[in-house]
């Protein structure tokens, strides 16, 4: 029994003391484990609120994604009114100037064409003038020559 008491003393001096210090450090490993699920579940508090928060957030911008397209919309749909407006507004004022400028141009055209016939039949009487005098000119001319030739004849005839 002897060896069997050497191997207990053995033991309890060896191999208790190291499963004492097992135990403390397992102990200790157990508390720091513990803290660090503590920490964990702080971590996964603040994460759930902050996940809570965003939700919030983007519920916030989803409200005000549709109020912006919502405003967006109308306002679209007020400015293609007011362009409409405008096109037809501007499209009528052509209208009404391309109508007067028309009617203004025909009355010029009209009164052009009048000072030219009135021009013309002027130069149509100066030219008659002209031609009237040209031909007097011409009738002189003849009258002359045929008393240049009286005149010779009757020199002639008396000599």
């Known amino acids: 029994m002897e060896v069997k008491e050497a191997l207990r003393s ?4 060896w191999i208790v003391p190291e499963l004492e210090k097992i135990h403390l450090e397992n102990a200790e490993l157990r508390s ?19 996940s809570r ?9 989803d409200q005000v994604r ?10 679209r749909t007020d400015l293609t009114e007011r362009i409409d407006m405008v096109r037809t ?10 109508t007067e400028l028309t009617e203004r ?12 016939d009135e021009t013309n039949k002027r130069i149509d009487g100066l030219q008659q003038v002209i031609v ?4 007097h ?3 002189r001319q003849q009258v002359q020559t045929l008393e240049m030739r009286m005149n010779k004849y009757e020199y002639q005839r008396a000599a």
């Open 32 to 50: 720091k484990m513990d803290m660090t699920n503590k920490r964990l579940d702080d971590m996964f508090q603040v994460l759930v609120d902050q």
């Open 132 to 135: 009237g005098r040209t031909e």
């Open 10 to 13: 053995l033991i309890k001096e």
């Open 89 to 98: 507004d501007l499209t009528e004022r052509i209208d009404m100037v391309r």
């Open 53 to 61: 928060r965003i939700d919030d957030t983007n519920k916030r911008i």
């Open 137 to 139: 000119a011409v009738l």
């Open 66 to 75: 549709t109020e912006l397209t919502g405003r967006i919309d109308m306002v």
């Open 105 to 116: 141009i025909d009355q010029v055209r009209t009164d052009l064409t009048l000072r030219m």
